[in-house]
């Protein structure tokens, strides 16, 4: 999927303790973004990243906070997680503006 | 406020049957416009998008949409469906603003549409 790998794929963590998970591309793509699915919510934005240590708030931004060291990798991390955060996590890439390529995404489940 | 509707959570047609999936926007100019696909299990793929011109676009697997700006919709078609196609349907939408030399945009999606295909 447009060069583009998320890590981990599934992971159960419990109330309160920190998670990061990684996306990856081989595209030198400049925009990164990370989104939540949930049922009856579609897809919503909760970070993005226009270029290295360039990043921005989404619509669903509290609890988390992004990284984005190197042009391939952008990080999410969940401070302190919580069971609100259950959700599959996708990450996405663009090269300039429309037309985003997501990624396979990661399960997680907070308990 | 922006926002993207799909009115229909979920729909069954049967296979070899037309197809017509809707959605509508609320936007102050004309988004740039997308479909989606996502298969159980899978990311999202890119189905279709409309930026300006023609207002009937084709894309992938036999899939067309058109953009409809006097009712500001772009509902997605397809003349016969294949038991493939069952999956998860979403449109998106997107206003692009410039941004140190690049453009971006928070693309809004709708609440998907569930496609079940009946044999």
């Known amino acids: 999927d447009a060069g583009i790998t998320q890590s981990p794929r599934h992971k159960v963590t419990e109330t309160g303790t920190p998670v990061t998970l990684r996306c990856h591309q081989t595209?030198?793509?400049?925009?990164m973004y990370w989104y939540r699915q949930d049922p009856g919510h579609g897809l919503r934005l909760i970070h993005y990243?226009?270029?290295?240590?360039?990043?921005d708030k989404g619509e669903v931004s509290d609890g988390y906070s992004v990284s984005r060291s190197k042009t391939e990798d952008f990080l999410l991390t969940l401070e302190s997680a919580t069971s609100s955060q259950t959700s599959v996590y996708f990450c996405?890439?663009?090269?300039?503006?429309?037309?985003?390529?997501f990624g396979n995404g990661t399960r997680l489940t907070v308990t | 406020a922006q926002s993207v509707t799909q009115p229909d959570i979920h729909i069954t047609v049967s296979e070899g049957a037309s197809l017509e999936l809707r959605c509508n926007y609320s936007?102050?100019?004309?988004?740039?416009l997308f479909w989606y696909v996502q298969s159980p299990g899978q990311g999202l793929q890119l189905l279709l998008k409309?930026?300006?011109?023609?207002?009937l676009v084709q894309g992938i697997k036999g899939f067309e949409a058109e953009f409809k700006r006097s009712q500001s919709s772009f509902n997605l078609r397809k003349p016969s469906v294949h038991w493939s196609d069952a999956a998860e349907y979403f449109c998106?939408?997107?206003?692009?603003?410039?941004?140190?030399?690049?453009?971006?945009?928070?693309?809004?999606f709708g609440k998907g549409t569930k496609l079940s295909v009946k044999p």
């Open positions: 996405a890439i663009s090269e300039s503006g429309p037309a985003l390529h």
């Open positions: 595209e030198n793509h400049r925009y």
């Open positions: 990243s226009y270029g290295v240590k360039d990043t």
């Open positions: 936007y102050g100019a004309t988004p740039y």
């Open positions: 409309y930026f300006s011109g023609d207002t």
């Open positions: 998106a939408a997107q206003l692009l603003e410039d941004t140190d030399g690049g453009s971006q945009g928070n693309l809004i």
